[in-house]
């Protein structure tokens, strides 16, 4: 069946290095991911969604680019802030042919001064 | 834009209890879907509806019932709280891929 994996459930950096949030799916279908964000005691909003192969996506100067050779879209940013602190969700949509979502398990990300 | 509201904000309830939360959206989106957000294991879907009077199981579904009786509102009943349990609850629409949430019900059950 659908599936997402987060591997990582808590990252912590520094103001200003690069971040990469990793993000890898298994599905019969085609893929079509999702990265989602939640600030503290804030609902979910999409934060960008996946393109044709290979080829990145951007916002809010976040990237992802879908890789279907390694069923990976990863979300990456070169210099994180502190308001990027969030639960960051990786989503599928499933294969079932309607608009439901398959989430990961959701990684922390907390920003540091 | 439009926007999702989730009664009530916070609930309690007691082992055993029937309790119902309610969701309304404004957006006049056709599709509207109940999650279960528990610490660690993101967000797991209990209903979902693509029109009125419309219903589908998630994977989450047992211990769950949801109604659709207008296209903007959504409820979804506990049919009978578990101990301990505590989970927020999270109410979603969408007319297409993107889906839109709104900000939540935690429930704590003593």
């Known amino acids: 069946g659908d599936s997402v994996t987060q591997t990582e459930g808590l990252v912590t950096l520094t103001k200003g290095l690069p971040v990469m949030l990793n993000c890898t799916y298994q599905?019969?279908?085609?893929?079509?991911l999702f990265w989602y964000v939640q600030h503290l005691n804030e609902a979910p909003k999409l934060l960008l969604k996946?393109?044709?192969?290979?080829k990145r996506t951007e916002h809010q100067g976040f990237y992802a680019t879908l890789h279907k050779s390694s069923s990976s879209f990863h979300l990456q940013k070169s210099s994180v802030q502190l308001s990027d602190s969030a639960l960051y969700f990786c989503?599928?949509?499933?294969?079932?042919?309607?608009?439901?979502?398959?989430f990961g398990s959701g990684t922390q990300l907390t920003v540091m001064p | 834009g439009g926007i999702i509201t989730q009664t009530p904000k916070f609930l309690i309830g007691q082992e055993g209890q029937k309790l119902t939360l309610k969701c309304q959206q404004n957006?006049?989106?056709?599709?509207m879907y109940w999650y279960r957000q528990d610490s660690g294991k993101g967000l797991r879907l209990i209903y979902y509806?693509?029109?009125?009077?419309?219903?589908q199981k998630g994977d989450l579904s047992e211990g769950y019932d949801a109604s659709r009786e207008k296209k903007s509102s959504f409820s979804l009943t506990v049919t009978s709280a578990q101990k301990n349990e505590m989970a927020v609850f999270l109410c979603?629409?969408?007319?297409?891929?993107?889906?839109?949430f709104g900000p939540g019900t935690r429930l704590t059950v003593l």
């Open positions: 979603a629409s969408s007319m297409g891929e993107e889906q839109y």
């Open positions: 599905t019969t279908y085609s893929p079509f």
């Open positions: 996946s393109s044709t192969d290979n």
């Open positions: 989503a599928l949509r499933s294969s079932s042919g309607s608009w439901q979502l398959i």
């Open positions: 957006f006049n989106h056709d599709t």
């Open positions: 509806s693509i029109t009125e009077n419309d219903l």
